[in-house]
Structure formats: C-alpha cells, structure tokens
C-alpha cells in the first residue's frame, strides 16, 4: 500500500508529465491494459568495473516516469508490462519517490 502524498505535491506529476513527457505509454496490469499516460523516457549510460581486472563495463538502462496518481491504484509490479510506440517492455521495478512521479525501469532494447 503506497502512504498518502503530501497535499504540497498535487497536480506536480502531471504539470512535469505535461512540460517533459516525450512517450505515451499503455501499462497492462494484471493482464488488462489501462487507459494511455504521458510519461517521461530517459535513457541512462551507466559505467561499473567488472570482476576480471577491473574491466570497464558499460551498459545502458531505462526509466519510465509517470504521475504517480494517474498509478495509484492498482499497483504496478514487474509482472506487468508497458506498451510505447507499439512496442511492449516487461517492468524490471518500479521506484516511487514519495511526491509526486514512479519511475520504472524497463527492461528490454529499446
């Protein structure tokens, strides 16, 4: 069960979702796809050392932000998948950061 969000935060998902989202995403919870949001993709270059001499690896992660209260109910979890542009990704986690957006990471090429 997610807490209640400070009251400070209404309407902040979507005037960011509204400002900075580039995709609209289709969730499928549960097996029943839920109406379109306009959410937020980012792409992320990570770098770490691997085990082997320290050998750099370099990889490359996604992250779906979304208003938090167009989510709420029913939660989402990485059973489920999102569907953008046509193209459906499994949900690796979701991170919720208590104000106003989740963030979900996606996995699969994008």
């Known amino acids: 069960m997610i807490p209640p969000r400070p009251t400070v935060f209404d309407g902040m998902g979507a005037a960011i979702t509204a400002a900075f989202g580039n995709v609209d995403a289709v969730f499928t919870i549960d097996g029943v796809s839920q109406p379109a949001v306009r959410a937020l993709l980012r792409q992320r270059r990570d ?24 989510l709420a109910v029913p939660p989402v979890t990485g059973r489920d998948s999102v569907t953008i542009s046509g193209i459906t990704y499994r949900i690796g986690n979701r991170l919720d950061d208590g104000r106003a957006m989740l963030r979900f990471i996606l996995d699969g090429d994008i």
């Open 47 to 70: 770098i770490d050392l691997g085990d082997e001499g320290g050998q750099a690896i370099e990889g490359t992660r996604h992250t779906l932000a979304v208003d938090a209260r167009l």
